[in-house]
């Protein structure tokens, strides 16, 4: 079996095709445990703010089951490190950019098509977008605040436990 990495992109498009599905109630707990899990493996990063974005945020849209997370980061963290350390600890790379510190991971690709729980995950500098995104708050399908009108004050692990 060919290895992700090795195959042409006819071959990932195959494997990995766009499908829409009615909303699965159990986006939210996939969140929530990925949520989790990332602020332990990322806690000496200084997480200032993590949230479940796109349309599986959104009860009763109809979505691609892609989870997926914006996780913003001090502007003075470790692209490198954040990016080996996701890595080791089975998130797949898609693309880093040094300069804008800015890191796109995948996860729940496999060589046989989608696992059972699929991610992507937007790393970027805690305010510094070129675009626009929503939060949503309790599955409500209204934006609470664009996360740029966000503060920028970033959060230790205990701070962003507390918050929830």
Known sequence: MKALQDMSLEELWQLFPIVLQKHNPDYAMWYSS????LIDLLRDFNICRINHIGSTAVAGLIAKPIVDILLELPAT?????????LHSNGWIIMQQDDTQKTIDL?????????A???YHLHIRPV?????LYFTFSGGSRMPVLPVRQLTSTCYTPQRLVQQK
């Open 34 to 37: 990925e949520e989790e899990s």
């Open 77 to 85: 963290y470790d692209v490198n490190a954040a990016a080996q350390l």
């Open 106 to 114: 995948n996860k729940g690709y496999t060589p046989n098509g989608f």
């Open 116 to 118: 059972d729980k699929v």
């Open 127 to 131: 305010g510094d977008w070129g675009e």
